[in-house]
């Protein structure tokens, strides 16, 4: 690890005290119901969650539960070819980003992505590492990982004050001990 890195991690570790949370999803049930868990919490309304994992992880269908139990009516379109699709709700507004095919920086500001950012609301993104130069932290990391079971093995990291309030109130909901990421 060179030093830049280290130094980057000691000052990660000594702003975020929150441990990572790890959960375990057998099926979509599961996902669906950790997605009502997070659209219960206050400060997922002025929030930035970026989505981790493979294709086929279950990004897009986090999302499409999250949504749901928020009150979004309707389908939830992968937002892959758009970028980003928007949906206003009484009182929230939520941007759902797929940066999967994002090669234009230029688009960043020709599309308003740096007005959404400045915006309040909840913004989802898959696939952020592909706009990253352009992107603020994530208050919320979820990445996903599919084991040889196709079982979801799921990691949240906060990087931020908010993320930290989101990770606390959901590991409060959690019934069984959450473990720890290594
Ligand atoms: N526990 C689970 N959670 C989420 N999805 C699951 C789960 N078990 C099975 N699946 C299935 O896995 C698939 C996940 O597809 P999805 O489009 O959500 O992936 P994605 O991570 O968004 O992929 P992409 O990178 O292509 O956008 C869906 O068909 C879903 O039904
Ligand atoms: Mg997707």
């Known amino acids: 690890m060179g030093g830049a890195s280290l130094g980057l991690w000691i000052i990660h570790a000594v702003i975020v005290k929150t441990p990572p949370l790890l959960l375990h999803w057998p099926d979509e049930n599961a996902t669906q119901a950790f997605a009502q868990q997070l659209a219960g919490q ?54 759902h980003f797929d940066f999967y095919r994002f090669n234009d920086p230029r688009e960043w500001e020709d599309a308003g992505f740096r007005d959404i950012f400045a915006s309040p609301g909840l913004k989802l993104a898959e696939w952020p590492d592909k706009a990253a130069s352009m992107l603020p932290p994530a208050d919320l990391d979820i990445q996903l990982e599919v084991d040889p079971s196709e079982q979801r093995t799921v990691s949240l990291r906060a990087h931020t004050a908010t993320g930290e309030t989101l990770l606390k109130g959901l590991s409060a909901l959690q019934t069984h001990k959450p473990e720890l990421a290594p």
């Open 42 to 95: 206050a400060a997922l309304r002025n929030a930035f969650v970026c989505l981790r994992g493979n294709l086929g992880a279950g990004k897009t269908t986090l999302v499409r539960h999250l949504l749901g139990a928020l009150g979004v009516q309707g389908r939830v379109k992968s937002p892959t070819y758009a970028v980003v699709e928007a949906y206003t709700l009484p009182g929230l507004d939520i941007w």
